[in-house]
């Protein structure tokens, strides 16, 4: 079998053509991927950033998202059968080992759901991560009409959609961007449009004194947001990047996949609600440049990989 693994931590990741084909355990699905998408989870496990916080097995097989077919289903898989288009997330699994940049993954039946017959089979190999992601870190903001939000990363896959749910909520929304950013995010929902960089505090200050009633900022990790100072008394922020701090109103989202936030992501494509834009397509072959891409260049939206 093909996958795009990872033997040694901090070069690139390779193509494997001598890999096992999985099969469907109790519980699991077996599934023939055709799409998938680049996340920036994967560069940090290429780069060997999560294994003092968990177990690792080599070799890694990259990828999150991912878009297939049903091939088998394991003992006590009720939801599906052979020949389901689907689209889900492989969890990072203790230890972490599989992937989705394979031609086959075997994962849990809660990992997955139904592909909308509308939905195209690109679109639905990027959507699960960043959107559940964004689902959830809106849910945690409880925005109501009129309230102004405040999006940081607003032009990556999490950003994206986080700006899309909190307009359809009713919110304002305000992010950074750079100048060539503006039509892009303003076709997402955005408002105003901010300077991007070290003047994205000043600029908000200047036209909106009082300050925002959310934040979300799904770009600093690992410390405390710079733009928390920004949230009004009794304002709330999410991040799914650990910058939300500790308190009422702050919520560092931890999740992981489940069919009921994966039904309300293909309800919210299906009808519309949010959208998932593309920014490049690579092959399964060329998934490290797909990463490379990632990590080297400012980018809108997602990277596809096209497995099959």
């Known amino acids: 079998m093909r996958a795009v693994t990872v033997s040694q931590f901090g070069i690139p990741p390779v193509v494997r053509d001598d890999l096992p084909e999985p099969t469907a355990g109790p519980g699991q699905v077996l599934v023939r991927v055709r799409a998938s998408s680049v996340n920036w989870l994967d560069a940090d496990m290429v780069h060997g950033m999560f294994t003092e916080t968990m177990p690792h097995k080599l070799p890694i ?17 009720r939801t599906l ?3 389901d288009e689907v689209f889900g997330e492989v969890p990072v699994g203790e230890p972490a080992h599989e992937g ?17 017959a509308a939905l195209d089979t690109a679109t ?31 032009t990556g896959g999490v950003g994206g959609v986080a700006v899309q749910l909190a307009r359809a909520a009713g919110a304002i929304v305000l992010a950074p961007g750079l100048p060539e950013d503006e039509e892009y995010l303003r076709g997402l929902g955005v408002s105003e449009v901010l300077p991007r960089g070290d003047d994205s505090t000043a600029a908000l200050r200047r036209v909106r004194p009082d300050g925002v009633d959310a934040l979300l900022d799904a ?26 701090g ?3 109103g702050r919520t560092n989202v931890t999740r992981g996949p489940c069919t009921e936030i994966l ?13 998932i834009p593309i920014h490049q397509s690579y092959g399964l072959a060329d998934a490290a440049m797909a990463l490379q891409a990632l990590t080297a260049h400012h980018t809108r939206g997602k990277i596809a990989v096209r497995v099959a």
Request: without cysteine.
């Open 100 to 116: 989705a940049w394979a031609e086959l993954i075997a994962t849990g039946e809660h990992t997955l759901i139904r592909k909308p």
């Open 124 to 154: 639905a190999g990027v959507a699960a991560l960043a959107a559940t992601t964004a689902i959830i870190a809106v849910d945690a903001l409880d925005l109501v009409p009129g309230e102004t939000v405040l999006v940081v990363g607003a």
């Open 219 to 244: 770009v600093t990790a690992y410390e405390i947001t710079p733009f928390a100072d920004l949230v009004r008394d009794g304002g709330r922020i999410a991040s799914p990047t650990d910058a939300a």
């Open 61 to 77: 097989t990259l990828g999150r998202d991912f878009a297939g077919i049903v091939e088998a289903v394991g003992h006590g898989v």
């Open 81 to 83: 059968e052979v020949g």
């Open 246 to 248: 500790y308190g009422p």
């Open 263 to 275: 039904g309300r992501v293909a309800r919210h494509l299906a009808d519309g609600t949010i959208t």
